[in-house]
């Protein structure tokens, strides 16, 4: 069993500055905030690719450039990284996607 990094719970104030620490430097690292509350944030990375660019170019083009609409709509994802804070003031990461 690990113990936790602080022994003794911390206030709410706490671990709310704990928890926009996290999140500023996920922000940092090239993330964008979903949702924040208190205690718990939703961190998205990457993009999704612009389908009505695509489809404009695939129209266009006859159909040609869906085969390169296809690769990057395979490609290119988002992914979402649940932050929370525990009463210790611990930083929680869990991969969500």
Wanted: no cysteine; net charge positive.
């Amino acid at each position: 069993m690990t113990m936790p990094a602080n022994p003794q719970p911390i206030s709410p104030e706490a671990r709310e500055a704990a928890l926009a620490q996290a999140v500023v430097r996920e922000v940092a690292a090239r993330g964008r905030v979903e949702s924040q509350t208190a205690h718990n944030a939703i961190i998205v990375t990457g993009k999704r690719p612009n389908h009505v660019l695509h489809l404009i170019l695939t129209i266009v083009t006859g159909g040609l450039w869906g085969i390169v609409w296809i690769i990057v709509a395979l490609s290119t994802r988002e992914h979402r990284l649940a932050l929370s804070v525990d009463a210790y003031g611990n930083i929680v990461r869990q991969q969500l996607t």
